[in-house]
């Protein structure tokens, strides 16, 4: 979907249907789209540097699909930050790419997920079952969205803030759950292999 | 893509990211920027929050590095398969403080952390594993399929930190350390109040080590078994007991076949009366043939001998080429009755393998001693093809030798590893309950 930044009137493409969140890479506004106009929220900061090797435009596959990377958001919590890659993949289907110190997990959102439980209530190391499955809460941190990039599935502007709960459950399974004002999403997912993804079109980093 | 198409390719992302540093003013180089959350000033060793533009100080002067960093931070080496730079190195102690070892922080950017570690001269590579192990037993865990055994429990505290780190380190930050063993592997949890973490090490040579990084310096000297050191010895026992094992197959073989081969043929048999009078005197056989061919000769010599002794001495005389070959033979049985019941020592019959005994026409030259002076018979029997053991067993002990001495050799290795545990399969500590 082919649209104008309304703040510089430079050509602002959305790859997703899903996409309702953007920044225009010509003047960096921050764009919230509703269905066919898109509104300017002021300008998005350039991201702080990071050495993650992935880019908008890399391309890789995931189980036999290939994918490309057309948002990120970078997240930030009490000790440390990490990116989180929006991918569209060749088949329709949307999924998160998220690189935290050297490690890789590919993850999608549950579209009709069950009753989510209380997060006051959660605790850590505790166990809770969700869709069939029982999961330990790994951890519960409180996140901030630091910047992004691309287009995104959320309106995730600078300092959007939400609690993000890690779950890990048997045979590698893994889960998220991020509550936040704008209503609480589920993920899951799995660690792959950098080697796995199938990486294409990388950042080149000087010296690397 | 939320923009203008086609995006203009970036140019390549600077590898490193400066600051000053907010105690002294220095430069500090970021080689992790966006990962590492925690920087070491190099020239007033304060510990700076690197994890935002603030930098805030977390802690003035760090103290002083116990041991020798031998390879500096933003050294590169090949390790693995993949290139890896130095990016921060830190000293933690146990619990006692008596034992301190070194941690070299790794950073490559497409495949994150890895760490070196350094005690007593023993390396470890070490990846931080997300699969938990599954299964936990007092002294085992089970990760991914493999069983560790438990080898250590104890405590780490950071007393040195230089260079960047991607969590909030602090000095005299404390975990609670438990370490697994599966040689080369050694499988570690971390935990401490938030959390726990488990990492997957495996042994390196100080040589790998000291190739892959061109560390000048002197080693760290190399000192006692590490706890996941793989044993040149251990490895061999089981190479060496294959060996074993198709070295015994091929004996069992050849034994087999030459029982299966043996003739087991009496080549001549006579029974000789033997008096006094017979001392010295040589008795003559008639002739006989031995098949062609070589093969050996059993001399089975027996006499109805009570409480006495009987000894021949032969010739084999060939009598195609007049080549003799000596042989001497006895038997002695004794036997009674005493406070214990009834006795007997010896046997009425014996016999002597020769072996390689070419075949042709035979005699033999016969002369006998005995111990009393009465007339007593005794009987002779040659067997051509005969089965025997004795080079079958010279055969196992030879292949034996070894294996049982590289298994000594493993089991002392396994010994001195463990016993640095108290949790060791081969001691039973007294103080663990």
Known sequence: ?208 | MAGNEPRIKSAPAPALKVFNCPSCGAGISLRAAGQSVTAVCGSCAAIIDSSNENFQILEKAAKQGKRAQVIPLGQRGKLHGALWEVIGYMERKDGSGVFVWSEYLLFNPLKGFRWLTEFDGHWNYVITTKTKPTKLQSKEVTHLNKSYHLFHKGSAIVSYVIGEFYWQVKQGETVEVDDYVSPPEILSSERSANEVNWSLGEYVEADTVKSAFQIVQPMPRQAGVAPNQPSTATHNIKEVGKYWGLFLGTIVMLQLAFMVMAKNQTVYSDQFEFGPSDIEKIKVSPQFELSQGTSNLEIILSAPIQNDWIEVEGDLVNDDNGETIEFEQGVEYYSGRDSEGSWSEGSQQSSRVLSSIPGGKYHLNLSAKSGQYSNIYYKLVIKRSVITWSNFLLALVLISIYPLFAWWRSRSFEMDRWSKSDFSPYYQHQDEH
């Open chain 1, 1 to 208: 979907m082919k649209l104008s930044c309304p703040a510089c009137g430079a050509e602002v493409i959305f790859k997703s249907r899903s996409s309702v969140f953007g920044v225009c890479s010509f003047c960096s506004s921050t764009l919230v789209r509703h269905d066919l106009n898109i509104e300017s929220l002021g300008k998005m900061s350039a991201l702080p540097q990071d050495m993650s090797p992935l880019m908008l435009g890399t391309t890789g596959r995931f189980e036999n699909s290939r994918f490309e990377i057309i948002g990120r958001q970078r997240i930030s919590w009490e000790d440390g930050a990490w990116n989180e890659w929006y991918l569209h993949f060749d088949n329709g289907k949307d999924g998160w790419l998220a690189d935290a110190q050297g490690f890789y997990l590919v993850s999608f959102q549950i579209s009709d997920p069950p009753q989510f439980p209380v997060l006051a209530q959660l605790r850590i190391d505790s166990t809770i079952r969700l869709m069939g499955n029982e999961y330990t809460l790994e951890d519960i941190r409180e996140v901030t969205c630091v910047g992004s990039q691309g287009e995104l599935p959320v309106k995730s502007i600078k300092g959007r803030k939400s609690t993000s709960v890690d779950l890990v459950g048997e045979n590698e399974r893994y889960g998220n759950i991020d509550y936040s004002a704008e209503g609480n999403r589920l993920f899951f997912g799995s660690y792959v292999d950098f080697e796995n993804l199938n990486l294409m079109n990388l950042r080149e980093i000087d010296g690397w």
